[in-house]
Structures are given as structure tokens and as C-alpha cells.
């Protein structure tokens, strides 16, 4: 799987959209990018995942370079609950062993401001 | 059920005792993966199960660890002779064969403690 690089920390004030970048430049045709958060002492939460167009659900927008050799979590309206750590990982699918383990890195651990 | 349940949510054991962890994946998810998650640490990758195929069992730290999948459901995890180091949170993750399209549903985990 391709690595990843996020920095390491972040802070975003409550309200305001909240932009988590991503480098991923050896990713290959058929990997998908996914985020995955992590609140305190809980499990990780799947957020969201593209493989080349932008996406958006009801959680966050996926927004991939054209190279896709990068990408940006947004968070439109960022709240108290959001402090986590976000995990953007790339990731391929074979068949038909079907799914990869996903390969955690350190993520980035954003911090939502009162 | 409706989420991943993994049991016990907390476990305190001597060091030198064997312990099981028990993870109930999704009905129907056909993958399964374990991952552990020591204190401020990143998550560490274990064993995925794929249905009826061989496991990967490339994460497993050492031979002490081991895992089952029995029907294709419940999965547990076993730590032989556990040491101080193996204290961490134990996460078990499950999908569907496609890996999901809305990616791993994880469990709560286990916060195992070796004293």
C-alpha cells in the first residue's frame, strides 16, 4: 500500500471548516484514499473514501488532486466533537482475495477550539 | 447485530496467564480484522481473516498470539503467556468481502492489562 504523509497536529476554531491535508504521491491507478477518524478511547469511525472524484456525504467532502496525488478532509462546519485523530490511508482491492488490511500511520490529530 | 461487539471491555491478568478476546463481527461481513493500539500509540495491524481463505497472520508480534475464526462469525483472539508489553487496547474491525464500501465498522475494543 502507498504511504501516507499528514501532519502531525492541527487546530481549527468551532464553526469553521476544517481543512486535513493528505500526501500520498506513490499512489497507484487502483488505490482508493479513505479517512478514518479516532475520538478518545473509542474505536476508529470510517469517514470517507474516493478513488479520483471528489465525494461528499453527510459527515465530510473528499476533495482529490486531479495527479490524485494528494487530498483534503474537509469538515465544513467543525464542532467540539470533532477533536479526533484523523487517518487518511490509501489503500488497494484485490480479487479475488478481496479487501487489504488497512495500514494505520500516526494520522493527524486535529483539536476544535471553543 | 447492528455493530461490531467485542468482549470482554476490560480485562486485568496476570503476567504468565493466557487470555481470550472474543470479537462478533457484523452478519454477513466476510472480513475480519484485529488490531491492537498500545497507550498513545498508532494502531498496529494483527491478523485479517477473508472468508474461507488462509489468514494473514503477518502483524502477529510473536507465537504467543493467536486467532481463530470459527463459521466464518465469531473470531477470538488468544494470547498465550502474556507479558507486560502486551498491555494495550484490542480492536477487532469487520467488512464486507469488497472491503466495504463504507470501509471497516470497528468494535469498542478491549483494554487489556497485564500486571
Known amino acids: 500500500d502507498a504511504k501516507t504523509t499528514q501532519p502531525t497536529s492541527m487546530d481549527c476554531a468551532e464553526g469553521r471548516a476544517a481543512n486535513l491535508p493528505c500526501n500520498h504521491s506513490?499512489?497507484?491507478?487502483?488505490?482508493?484514499v479513505y479517512w478514518y477518524r479516532q475520538i478518545h478511547s473509542q474505536g476508529p469511525q470510517y469517514i470517507i473514501h474516493?478513488?479520483?472524484n471528489n465525494e461528499t456525504n453527510e459527515m465530510a467532502s473528499l476533495i482529490i488532486t486531479e495527479d490524485r496525488k494528494s487530498s483534503t478532509l474537509i469538515l465544513p462546519h467543525a464542532t467540539l466533537r470533532d477533536t479526533a485523530v484523523y487517518y487518511c490511508?490509501?489503500?488497494?482491492?484485490?480479487?479475488?482475495?478481496?479487501?487489504?488490511?488497512?495500514?494505520f500511520g500516526q494520522g493527524t490529530r486535529l483539536t476544535i477550539n471553543p | 447485530g447492528a455493530g461490531v461487539s467485542q468482549s470482554p471491555s476490560n480485562k486485568v491478568t496476570e503476567k504468565g496467564k493466557d487470555v481470550e478476546l472474543r470479537c462478533d463481527p457484523i452478519?454477513?461481513?466476510?472480513?475480519l480484522y484485529w488490531y491492537r493500539q498500545s497507550l498513545g500509540q498508532g494502531l498496529e495491524f494483527l491478523i485479517y481473516?477473508?472468508?474461507?481463505?488462509?489468514?494473514?497472520k503477518s502483524g502477529l508480534p510473536s507465537d504467543r498470539f493467536s486467532a481463530e475464526r470459527t463459521g466464518g462469525s465469531v473470531s477470538t483472539l488468544t494470547i498465550q503467556r502474556t507479558q507486560q508489553e502486551d498491555s494495550a487496547v484490542y480492536l477487532c474491525?469487520?467488512?464486507?468481502?469488497?472491503?466495504?464500501?463504507?470501509?471497516?465498522?470497528f468494535g469498542s475494543g478491549t483494554r487489556l492489562t497485564v500486571v
Open positions: 474491525a469487520s467488512s464486507d468481502w469488497k472491503g466495504g464500501n463504507y470501509g471497516y465498522t
Open positions: 506513490t499512489i497507484s491507478g487502483n488505490e482508493y
Open positions: 474516493g478513488l479520483k
Open positions: 490511508i490509501v489503500r488497494g482491492v484485490t480479487v479475488p482475495r478481496g479487501a487489504q488490511k488497512l495500514v
Open positions: 452478519s454477513g461481513h466476510t472480513a
Open positions: 481473516f477473508q472468508g474461507n481463505s488462509a489468514p494473514d
